[in-house]
């Protein structure tokens, strides 16, 4: 079977996302192509999406903002939760973060962030499997676009909120319908473009949110 990473490369281009020029990653061009690849080459049905594939408004807004205010991030270690392509943690390496991890679920997602990273020079380590169990040794925590469906949302916020005793936690999030707003406060606005075949509209407001500590037991 061909590696990962070769099938990474061989099914996606070298793109910039919108609004960030000097970072490139391995992005795919079209939804259903990839989708179809990515069946293909497992040669299953009811495997994880290809999430990795495509630069998220969530993770732009978080990179952007980190670039465009780097005092927010410089000498921090930081953690990207579901990091998909690997984005907001090459950009966090990239305005000064000590220490980079990028945290997914989806072993192809770990080998399209280590090419990502490694294509941009970011020293980002990358750890694969369930965290949201475990407490996290981190300054800071980004979370891109993670609400978009009502299990993982559950499954998910109260640890969100338990890290958040420990770490500042940023929730980036362009409108889906499961965000927890009552646990959040803004601090940032984006307009982030995007493509109708992705987002069903060519825009998306995406808004920066801090996570509130859940109370001391």
């Not at 559950?154 to 640890?159: A, E, F, N």
């Not at 803004?186 to 407001?205: N, V």
Request: with cysteine; net charge negative; proline share 8%.
């Amino acid at each position: 079977m061909t590696a990962p990473q070769d099938f990474i490369r061989d099914a996606t281009t070298l793109t910039a996302p919108a609004l960030i020029p000097d970072i490139s990653l391995y992005l795919a061009t079209e939804i259903t192509p990839i989708w179809q690849a990515t069946e293909a080459y497992l040669a299953e049905s009811g495997i994880a999406p290809p999430y990795w594939a495509f630069a998220w408004p969530g993770s732009i807004a978080l990179a952007r903002h980190m670039l465009d205010h780097p005092d927010l991030v410089r000498g921090k270690r930081v953690i990207d939760f579901a990091a998909g392509s690997g984005l907001a943690a090459i950009a966090a390496h990239r305005a000064g973060a000590s220490a980079v991890t990028a945290i997914e679920i989806d072993p192809m997602a770990g080998a399209a962030i280590a090419l990502n990273a490694a294509l941009n020079k970011a020293p980002v380590t990358v750890r694969i499997g369930d965290v949201t169990r475990t407490q996290l040794d981190a300054d800071l925590i980004l979370c891109g676009d993670i609400c978009y469906e009502a299990p993982m949302t559950r499954h998910i916020w109260p640890w969100l909120r338990d890290c958040a005793r420990d770490a500042d936690v940023w929730v980036a999030d362009p409108g889906r319908a499961y965000v927890p707003t009552a646990d959040l406060t803004e601090f940032a606005r984006y307009i982030i473009p995007t493509t109708a075949e992705l987002e069903s509209r060519t825009s998306r407001e995406t808004i920066l949110y801090r996570v509130a500590p859940s109370p001391q037991a």
